[in-house]
């Protein structure tokens, strides 16, 4: 039977079957190291989704002061809560915050605050890891909070270098009133 346009294979439709059996032979080796889904990207592209795992480093209790209020700015209201130490600890990790950081915040004209937070922590044996955690924070109405960051973390070569090696992101979550503190958990992205 002679192929006409209604009869002819749509060359779009081929070319995405393609993909798919090409990607599912694929995903076999990689689904032991993360979940792959075979689905076909937005783009189109053969590479199998395989988004990222976050795995627990650890958590802190960050001590603060009363905050400061610095005037309104033209994106919103500034603030600066000033660390004054607190403890941490995760798997092969544990110290005390050290005093001396703080929280930068602009609390935007929509509500929503931006945190930028600059400290260092001491591990019990001395090393010294210097934590830049950037959080959103919104509570829409009717929904609840939404309070994620992203972290860097830099910590000096040795024992800890790892911590150089991985983007980070955590979570945060007031203590009030039962202590003047937050507490900050942080996962790797792996």
Known sequence: M???????????????????????TTV??????????????PLGTRLPMAPPRAEFVYESIV????????GD?????????????GE???????????????????????GARLL???YELKTDDGAVITVHNQV??????????YALSTIQLTAPAGRYGW???FVYTGTLDSLRPARNAVLIRVFRLV
């Open 116 to 118: 930028d937070a600059l």
């Open 28 to 41: 076999a080796p990689m689904a032991s190291a993360q979940t792959a889904t075979t689905e076909l990207s």
């Open 2 to 24: 002679p192929m006409t346009p209604s009869t002819r294979p749509d060359p779009l439709r081929r070319s995405l079957l393609l993909g798919m059996a090409a990607a599912a």
């Open 88 to 110: 941490f600890a995760g798997p092969g990790l544990k110290g005390t915050v050290l005093p001396g950081g703080a929280d930068r915040q602009l609390v935007r004209k929509d």
């Open 73 to 85: 700015g033209p994106l919103g209201e500034r603030r600066i809560v000033p660390i004054t130490g």
């Open 63 to 70: 001590d603060i002061a009363d905050t400061l209020n610095l």
């Open 163 to 165: 911590l150089n090696d």
């Open 136 to 145: 959103l924070v919104r509570t829409p109405a009717g929904q609840p909070r």
